[in-house]
């Protein structure tokens, strides 16, 4: 049996093992100092936890289980890591520098079983959930690389775009966001963490209920249900209609804005007249959301789809802001390294021929 990494505990539920296990719930908060703060890779770092806990730790936990396959790094600064898992699957992690800091795309599985047309994480079928310890050691890995740097780096924003859709792995994603929230370990704002997902409308609403206040993107990508069935099959099961009450209730009860997601792909989805439609569909939210345009980054196994012309996506943009849509064309990072999620990951696989 394999061990688990610690990074996968939340501060309660640390503290509840180690009492389980015969020790204080004070050295709960020194353990979770060292990891998070300290941030030491070998449980006899921790000096000043007592040598029996130390042991008791080591017998049931790693704290690193990722193995470092693969770290591309671009002109811009941006770095692609490809990570093993101790089964041999690869995923990737990818590290922004914005001027306003430096975010963490995660991912949140192996595949995806969601299967959008033009995404390279859908090719193949989801192999399995992420355990959260495994999402919050991506973040861990990127800020123990900056930490070597040493230029006091801070990873100060996430996002959960990576390969996946983390409300298909519902719970270990509240345990993850639950970890590098706390504001005794890694504390990362809530309002500088955004979960990205395709719809899944049941999960929107309990995602609300958590009252967590991390911000929610929608890939949404058409402006009807006919279009939108074409490229994203799950909207056969959860229908634009029903995405939206979803949304509105997050809005009303979170009172933050949403981030609609839209690829722009050339003669599919980028013509003016899907622009006037978005515009009509969403008018009634427009305070509350905002539009990301995001060029398409080609998939070879895709080739029905290629990026959109400059000229179309301006004016797109346009008819966006005429109709008062707040909205912006996604800049992007590290095109040259295979940038969009799952990109890289595919084309290891089939150089390896591994799974
Ligand atoms: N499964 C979630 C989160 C991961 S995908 C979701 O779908 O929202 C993150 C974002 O990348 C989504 O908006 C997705 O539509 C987009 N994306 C997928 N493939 C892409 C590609 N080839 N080029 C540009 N964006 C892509
Ligand atoms: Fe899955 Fe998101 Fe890719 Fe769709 S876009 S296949 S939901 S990772």
Redesign the pocket.
């Known amino acids: 049996m394999n061990k688990e990494s610690i990074y996968g505990f939340t501060k309660d539920q640390l503290e509840e093992w180690l009492m389980e296990n015969g020790h204080k719930k004070s050295r709960a908060a020194q353990v979770w100092d060292w990891l998070y703060r300290k941030r030491v890779t070998d449980f006899s770092e921790m000096t000043d936890v007592n040598q029996e806990c130390i042991q008791l730790l080591k017998e049931n936990f790693i704290i690193q289980t990722l193995q470092q396959h693969i770290k591309q790094e671009s002109a811009d600064g941006t770095i692609k890591f490809l990570f093993k898992l101790h089964d041999g699957h690869l995923i990737e992690t990818v590290l922004m520098r914005h001027k306003y800091g430096s975010s963490v795309c995660v991912t949140t ?1 192996v595949g ?5 047309s ?6 193949l079928a989801k192999s399995r959930d992420l355990s959260s310890g495994e999402i919050v050691e991506q973040i861990m890995n990127v800020q123990l690389h900056l930490d070597k740097i040493g230029q006091g780096e801070i990873v100060s924003h996430i996002v959960v ?5 983390p409300f ?1 792995n519902f719970v270990n994603l509240l345990n993850f966001l639950n970890v590098i929230i706390d504001h005794k370990g890694l504390a990362i704002a809530a309002r500088r963490i955004t979960v ?3 719809g899944l409308a049941d999960k929107i609403y309990e995602f609300t209920d958590t009252k967590m206040q991390v911000n929610l993107a929608i ?1 949404f990508h058409a402006p009807n249900n006919e279009l939108r069935s074409r490229i ?1 099959k ?1 909207n056969n099961a959860i229908p634009i209609e029903k995405l939206l009450k979803s949304m509105e209730y997050y809005i009303e009860k979170t009172n933050r804005r949403i981030t609609i997601e839209y690829i722009l792909l050339k003669d599919v989805n980028d013509h003016k007249e899907e622009a006037t439609e978005l515009a009509d569909l969403l008018g009634h939210l427009k305070h509350q959301l905002y539009v990301n345009l995001i060029p398409y980054n080609p998939v070879d196994e895709h080739s029905q789809y290629q990026r959109s012309e400059q000229e179309s996506v301006l004016a797109f943009y346009d008819t966006l802001k005429k109709r008062g849509i707040n909205c912006k064309i996604r800049q992007e990072h590290g095109t040259d390294i295979d940038a969009a ?2 990109q890289l990951r595919s084309k290891q696989m089939k150089k390896e021929k591994v799974q």
């Open positions: 599985q995806c079983n969601i299967g959008c033009f995404c390279a994480s859908g090719l775009m990576g390969i996946g859709e298909d990205s997902t395709s890939s994203m799950i999620c799952g």
